[in-house]
């Protein structure tokens, strides 16, 4: 029987932060750090029990694992079929072959090698730890300061615009369940401590507590822009609260805005502006 993963405490999900500069190699093409759409999926507290999570800090599950016994899956059906085929083989064919040999070596080795992968979003402290691609290690840095990019997909447009994360040595993937506009606005609107927290009963319990602690440090403006509102649990919550601030207020303005526009790209970046 498979052992059931021991639950992680708050103090033991804290993290150093690791980086303290953007890695991005430029000012522009990132998206921006908004809640632009209403999220498509809110998960299910009963699927992810075994992940810590409230109001300061939520841990969500990485799958490094599952990715490497993909490629393992798929290196050797490959393999399988070549071994199997009584057509005669070609250059092509004896490439691909050996190619799949090689593929399904490395995920092997990968997978029992591959460092800690971490999925770990501090909302307190405003900092986000993310894995690294392959043997890189995972990531600390503060959520303002990471890049955010969407991926392209094929021809087809099949994988296009799924949310992606630029880290140090990493273009990594983060999903929850909708394209990359919807996740992104998942994500910053639990970063974002000043607003209610995100739709979904996984963060029901935590919903009055969060409101207590806003209103006793007077209901600071937002962090980040929202073009949708972000509205609290109940209506009596929602007129105290429209004492300091509205949403439409702050639909193209978060304090935290400033700060990542004070931002200069990755260092390579700027010494090749300057010997140019």
């Given at each position: 029987m498979k052992r059931k993963r021991k639950k992680n405490t708050k103090e033991s999900l804290y993290r150093e932060i690791t980086h303290h500069h953007r890695v991005g190699t430029s000012t522009k093409g990132y998206l921006p750090h908004e809640i632009k759409e209403m999220p498509a999926f809110a998960f299910d507290p009963d699927k992810h029990d075994r992940f810590y999570v409230d109001e300061d800090i939520w841990e969500s599950p990485a799958l490094p694992k599952l990715g490497a016994k993909i490629m393992m899956g798929v290196f050797l059906i490959f393999i399988l079929i070549f071994l199997t085929s009584e057509n005669e083989w070609i250059f092509f064919e004896t490439l691909l072959f050996i190619g799949s040999c090689i593929g399904f070596l490395v995920s092997v080795v990968y997978y029992f090698t591959m460092p800690k992968k971490e999925m770990i979003f501090d909302r307190k402290r405003g900092v986000v730890t993310l894995p690294g691609t392959m043997w890189a290690k995972s990531f600390t840095m503060?959520?303002?300061?990471?890049?955010?990019?969407?991926?392209?997909?094929?021809?087809n447009g099949?994988?296009?615009?799924?949310?992606?994360?630029?880290?140090p040595k990493t273009l990594g993937a983060i999903g929850f369940g909708g394209d990359c506009y919807q996740d992104l606005s998942y994500l910053t609107w639990y970063m974002d401590r000043n607003r209610p927290l995100p739709p979904g009963s996984m963060f029901d319990a935590f919903r009055e507590r969060d409101f207590q602690r806003r209103k006793a440090e007077g209901f600071p403006p937002p962090l980040y822009p929202s073009k949708i509102p972000t509205p609290e649990a109940t209506p009596e919550q929602q007129k105290e609260r429209n004492r300091y601030w509205y949403d439409e207020h702050y639909r193209n303005f978060g304090t935290n805005m400033e700060k990542r526009k004070k931002l200069v790209p990755a260092e390579r970046w700027i010494n090749r502006i300057k010997s140019s």
């Open positions: 503060e959520f303002y300061k990471v890049d955010f990019t969407f991926s392209t997909g094929g021809h099949i994988g296009a615009y799924q949310l992606r994360y630029l880290g």
